[in-house]
């Protein structure tokens, strides 16, 4: 078996600021080992569920925050950018039998957490076929392109309880829940246990987490400032739709990623 994790920063145990999530700030080093630590909880619980190889997607920012040299060995890991529409989930493809998503927060317009947003801080909230797009939400698609579940979450409490609403059979692991600018957080043990056990559950469901395709996307996109909305409107096929949104409608999800990437 062969498991594709997606690593992401803001929804991990404790980690409340932004200040936490930037590269080269004092903050930025336990919450950095923070996501190191649950990574490697997740390749631990997987790699005991039989699991043989594993890749890991360094997707948080920079694309240099997990301390690779912890990674357990035969894990291999993606960092920085490769400029991939994919992002996230850059370097999935086909010959993975499922994907992991750890540390994972809550949609722009979501309370779940202090540092809710999607891909980017420009946003005010952004909707995808009707559905509040979160980064979780538009990379399940990703995956889906390739015919790879998502088989397990890990994050705030809020983006947890969404997924698993959109796939009742994804495993999750909440490790935390946002109350305006701060967290109530399992410690670290409690939430790399945690994160452990569901990734060796995940495995018993695999073939459970397939999720259909839609046969077209309808994005819209509500900026803070309204210039963001005039720039991305001269993207061909985005439409203004108003003084700060703008919206576009594609045919499949590399079409959708693609604008989004140069758009937002």
Known sequence: MKIFISADLEGCAGVTSWSETMLGNEEHYKAAEEMTLEVIAACEGLLEAGV?????????????NIFHDRLPSGVRIIRE???????????????FDGAVFIGYHSAASMTGN????????????????????????????????????????????????????????????????????AVLSLNRKDATDLIRKQAFEAMNKIQLCS??????????????????????????????????????????????????????
């Open 81 to 95: 950018w490769t400029g991939s529409p994919y992002s996230m989930v850059q370097g999935l493809d086909s010959s």
């Open 114 to 181: 202090p540092l809710s947003h999607t891909m980017d801080t420009k946003a005010s909230k952004i909707m995808l076929n009707d559905m509040i797009c979160s980064e979780y939400l538009l990379h399940a698609y990703a995956a889906a392109a390739f015919s790879v579940p998502v088989i397990m979450i890990s994050g705030d409490q809020m983006i947890c309880e969404w997924a698993e609403s959109f796939n009742p059979n994804i495993s999750i692991a909440p490790v935390k829940e946002g109350f305006g600018s």
């Open 211 to 264: 999720i259909e395709m839609p046969d077209s996307f309808r994005m819209s996109i509500a900026y803070h400032q309204h210039v963001d909305a005039l720039r991305a409107s001269y993207y061909p096929g985005v439409v203004r739709t108003g003084p700060y949104e703008v919206s576009f409608k594609t045919q499949n999800i590399t079409e959708l990623l693609t604008t989004r990437m140069f758009i937002l």
């Open 52 to 64: 043989t190889d594993i890749v890991v997607k360094d997707a948080h920012d920079s694309g240099k």
